[in-house]
């Protein structure tokens, strides 16, 4: 009798086998994104000169964040082409604070310190308001920034209002610079009409940033 | 030595940065094939990056690019959309990219110009732009390549099926996602009978779910449903596609909006546990009357009747018991857990659909039927009876640890069935069935503790334990003769023999051991049985030899496809149904089920002489795959009837008993 309920048990067991669930490994949490049209998160990072630069200091005016590798070849792609100090000279002009930032992590592509991100500065001829270097990543994740690059808007108000990709041709080739539509150019003209942003995401496409191993 | 390396590193470096030095290579390759005018040739991309390098899926993950590639073509000629294998997932500090690290072949179809004739060449040109990554760094690279298909040329099957083989296969069905509270849920048809363990989506459509969050996978009756986290622009979403990744299987699926419950434990392994808990807690009653148990519990309910404790104390010490029993056997629990934990990790995860682990089994339960027939004895261990024979509750306690202790060498039966249901059971329910065989072992004494009328009443020990286990090895044989049936529909006839001589050279060991028993060294024998018992396990074939139609009830006599036998029954003039599925398409078992197999079916088949054909592409058959293709499906389900002397009749993909009567009749 008990053998047989042994028995029974185990083929109880064997006819569900395929019931079986299949449980799940629980990786790291990754922190909440911001969404657009909340309050963009507040940071603080060191520019070149090492004095601190915090997103709340620029209150009032409208903030572009622009994820940067210079050695990602899509991000080649709108330097080399001109096109994006062509944009940031555009925002600059009309009084937007354009803060580049590097997330690569010591030992990784694109990683700088202070001195060699001025000497890149001097050669490609950038027209950001600042170029902070964010090593451990941490700001990067704070807005969980996966490209180079990867561009947000904070608006004077200090919400974010656009987040995703320079454009929307996803190839290296800067011949397509020319066709393409140009969502944060087309976003800052909608905020300075005071029209609401249009296309206020789109996939960000580029290099993977270079974090840290967790 | 470090400035050669140096320089070798410089060397290396320079050589990866030279123009013409690439990190994937590129080939166009034709298929080949008597194409007819008009007709169609598979075209292949291969793609191989350098070690260490990889290319990405079409959906790329949170970074990368999809490939894109522009064709010059002759005039007349077109091609169809690429189709790309199953991708990998590669985490690189907290952002996923789909990619493949090894080498891999996207498909097209070209279709051929009407004008064409045999021997005729056409040049086929295209030009590549894709990514090529290591974990640190990404190059986009171009390439540019060319190949000339020859109208009436051999095809080059081997080649071929290998890059079909990798492609993913329509899952015959349609799933539906939701999205609420910001998390994604994906619902998928998707057979019970298949384990679903460890199965990941990838999503085609952007923006479904967030590529770099855990997902989640669980059952619900014939569904799986993945939970994970959803991206804001998710809820927009009209629809939506992707690829269910199970083991080395990619199934492709389209989604629609649909509402999909947020439970999160299933009815069907509620009651499986429910059903095992309450096996566990039987055996374990029973436990209670193996010839080693049952003398520590009757001396101690003796002692407990003859002193005639008060009620209170009498409670205590059965409390103190019940709690020794319970913890030692949820150590041993654990400690299985453990070890199954262990063996997950190092592929142990197809668990009972592995005949290994069906040769265990057998071995195990053979070992048991042949003890308890007494062909050998389990010494129990004789150390502890100073604890348990102190009074109060701390000897109560510590008898129940001997009981439960105690009980384990010599109803290692139970513990075989338990550990076998532990292999199996989600951790907490594994546990809740050894903590109840623990409750079921305990129930007696506390039972003595709470009842004092039944502590007079308790049977004495005597020969008609060792009869009575004499009877119960039978029911053990048959168990055995069960798990070598099903070792034998896994793995064959081979693997049934394989099984079974291990299963003879472990009786023999162990009745080597009873013919000794006592004597020092007498476990010696097991030696050369564990060495069996390994070499069955090494040697056993684990991939399904057993053709697939075993499983059903065969009462069409179904036969396996082969197109050479759909000629020869043609030949002969018999009307032919030929019918094609695999395990893991729910479409394809609800009609077996619901139209195929039936009664009245059987019987219009039979009157009419119907011979049925079954394509079982489980496996991903490659001959199967072309015969689907020929009929312009690129998956099952797929039913034919063909009438003698009349072209193929496709039928649709819901039947009914009713259609496949008519359609005979």
């Known amino acids: 009798m008990k053998q047989m309920l042994a028995a029974f048990t185990a083929f109880t067991a064997l006819a569900l086998t395929a019931g079986c669930d299949g449980s799940s490994s629980v990786e790291e949490k990754s922190a909440t994104a911001p969404v657009v049209g909340q309050p963009a998160p507040n940071f603080q990072l ?13 209150k009032g005016k409208t903030v572009v964040l622009e994820w940067n590798n210079p050695e990602c070849p899509y991000v080649k792609k709108h330097y080399g082409s001109g096109n994006m100090q062509k944009t940031q000279t555009t925002a600059v002009n009309d009084g937007v604070v354009w803060l580049t930032i590097n997330s690569g992590a010591p030992g990784n592509q694109g990683h700088m310190d ?5 000497a890149v500065l001097a050669q490609n001829g950038a027209r950001s308001s600042a170029y902070l270097l964010d090593a451990n990543g941490k700001v990067g994740k704070l807005y969980d920034a996966r490209t180079t690059p990867h561009m947000f808007i904070v608006d004077q108000a200090g919400a974010l209002v656009y987040a995703g990709g320079i454009d929307d041709k996803p190839t290296n080739d800067p011949d397509d610079i020319a066709g393409a539509r140009n969502h944060v150019l087309a976003a800052l003209s909608e905020i300075k009409a005071g029209k609401p942003v249009s296309v206020a995401s789109s996939r960000p496409y580029g290099c993977s940033v270079k974090y840290a191993d967790a | 030595m470090i400035l050669a390396r140096l320089l070798l590193a410089l060397l290396l470096g320079l050589w990866a940065l030279s123009a013409d030095a690439r990190n994937m290579a590129v080939t166009l390759v034709p298929e080949g094939a008597t194409v007819a005018p008009g007709g169609r040739v598979t075209l292949a991309l291969v793609m191989e990056p350098e070690p260490g390098w ?23 000629a077109s091609v169809g959309e690429l189709r790309y294998p199953v991708p990998e997932t590669l985490t690189i500090a907290g952002i996923m990219n789909y990619v493949y690290e090894h080498d891999y072949a996207l498909l097209t179809e070209l279709r051929v110009p009407a004008g064409v004739k045999p021997g005729d060449v056409l040049p086929i040109r295209a030009s590549l732009d894709y990514l090529v990554c290591t974990r640190e760094i990404c190059v986009p690279e171009s390439a540019e390549v060319a190949a000339q298909v020859t109208i009436g040329a051999p095809a080059q099957p081997g080649r071929f099926d290998g890059y079909r083989a990798a492609l993913p296969r329509p899952i015959g069905g349609e799933g539906r996602f939701a999205i609420e509270g910001g998390k994604a849920r994906i619902a998928i048809p998707y057979p019970a009978s298949e384990s679903g363990e460890g199965a990941y989506f990838f999503p085609l459509t952007h923006g479904l779910l967030k590529y770099s969050a855990a997902q989640e996978v669980r059952r619900d009756g014939d569904t799986l449903i993945i939970e994970t986290d959803a991206p804001g622009e998710a809820a927009g979403l009209k629809g939506a596609e992707g690829l269910l990744k199970v083991g080395e299987r990619g199934l492709w699926v389209t989604l629609r909006p649909g509402p999909i419950a947020a439970g999160t434990a299933e009815a069907g392994l509620a009651s499986t546990i429910l059903l095992a808990l309450l096996g566990a807690v039987l055996g374990g009653l029973i436990l209670n009357i193996m010839p080693c148990v049952f003398p520590i519990l009757s001396l101690k309910a003796l002692s407990l009747a003859r002193t005639g404790e008060s009620e209170g104390t009498a409670r205590r010490e059965a409390l103190a018991y019940a709690a020794g029993v319970i913890l030692v056997c949820l150590a041993l629990g654990g400690a299985l857990l453990a070890l199954r934990a262990g063996g997950a990790a190092v592929g142990w995860a197809f668990q009972l659909q592995d005949p290994r682990v069906i040769i265990v089994l057998l071995l195990l339960v053979t070992a ?30 510590w008898t129940g640890v001997l009981a439960a202790f105690v009980a384990t060498p010599c109803t290692g039966p139970f513990m075989g069935a338990a550990m076998g249901a532990a292999l199996i059971l989600p951790t907490a329910a594994a546990l809740a069935v050894f903590a109840g065989l623990g409750l079921g072992l305990a129930l007696p004494f506390l039972l003595l503790g709470f009842v004092p009328a039944l502590r007079r009443r308790l049977p004495k020990p005597g020969l008609w334990m060792d009869r009575l286990r004499r009877i119960l090895s039978v029911p053990m044989f048959l168990t055995a003769l069960g798990l070598a049936w099903i070792l034998g529909r ?32 007498l476990w010696l024998p097991l030696v050369p049985a564990a060495a069996a018992a390994a070499l069955a396990l090494a040697f056993v074939p684990t991939a399904a030899t057993a053709p697939a139609m075993a499983s059903a009830p065969n009462m069409l006599n179904a036969e396996p496809f082969t197109e050479a036998r759909l000629a020869s029954l043609q030949q002969e003039g018999r009307p032919v149904f030929v019918y094609f599925t695999a395990d893991w398409c729910l479409t394809c078992k609800v009609n077996e089920k619901g139209a195929i197999e039936r009664k009245e079916v059987a019987k219009a088949f039979a009157d009419a002489q119907v011979a049925v054909l079954v394509g079982d592409w489980t496996r991903g058959d490659a001959t199967i795959g072309r015969f689907l293709e020929r009929h312009g499906r690129s998956g099952v389900p797929l039913y034919l009837y063909y009438q003698p002397g009349k072209p193929a009749e496709i039928l649709p993909q819901v039947l009914t008993p009713s259609r496949l009567v008519s359609m005979v009749s």
Not at chain 2, 491 to 519: E, F, K, S
Request: hydrophobic share 45%; charged share 15%; net charge neutral.
């Open chain 1, 46 to 58: 060191a520019d070149l000169d090492g004095k601190p630069v915090s997103l709340s200091g620029f």
């Open chain 1, 114 to 118: 202070a001195a060699q991100a001025k």
């Open chain 2, 54 to 76: 990889h290319g990405y899926w079409r959906n790329p993950g949170d970074a990368g690019t999809e490939s894109q590639v522009e064709w010059t073509l002759p005039n007349g």
């Open chain 2, 368 to 397: 048991i039927a042949l003890n308890l027939a007494g062909l050998f004895d389990l010494r129990a261990v004789g150390a502890g009876q100073g604890l348990a024979g102190k009074g109060g509750v701390g000897g109560a306690f």
């Open chain 2, 490 to 521: 896994q793995a064959g006839v081979d693997g049934m023999t394989i099984g079974l001589a291990a299963a003879t050279v472990l009786g023999l060991a162990l009745w080597w051991v009873g013919q000794w028993q006592g004597r020092v060294g």
